[in-house]
């Protein structure tokens, strides 16, 4: 017999919230301010992950 809900389990850890305007914006910010400040500064900076500054930067 299969599972048959197909409601997401309850997860832990912190919900998505690094994707906010603000945060791409102050990547953007932060990146125009001083080009040899690092992906990963900026990341513990905002508090995000250094893939999402990544992303942010190319946006």
């Known amino acids: 017999d299969g599972k048959e809900d197909v409601e997401d389990e309850p997860r832990s850890g912190l ?3 690094s994707t906010t305007p603000d945060n791409i914006e102050q990547v953007r910010l ?3 301010d001083d ?3 690092s992906l990963r ?3 513990e900076e905002l ?3 250094l893939d999402s500054s990544r992303k942010f930067a190319k946006a």
Request: no cysteine; aromatic share 0%.
């Open 47 to 49: 508090k995000i992950s």
């Open 15 to 17: 919900p998505p919230t």
């Open 35 to 37: 080009r040899r400040l």
């Open 41 to 43: 500064l900026i990341a």
């Open 30 to 32: 932060m990146r125009a």
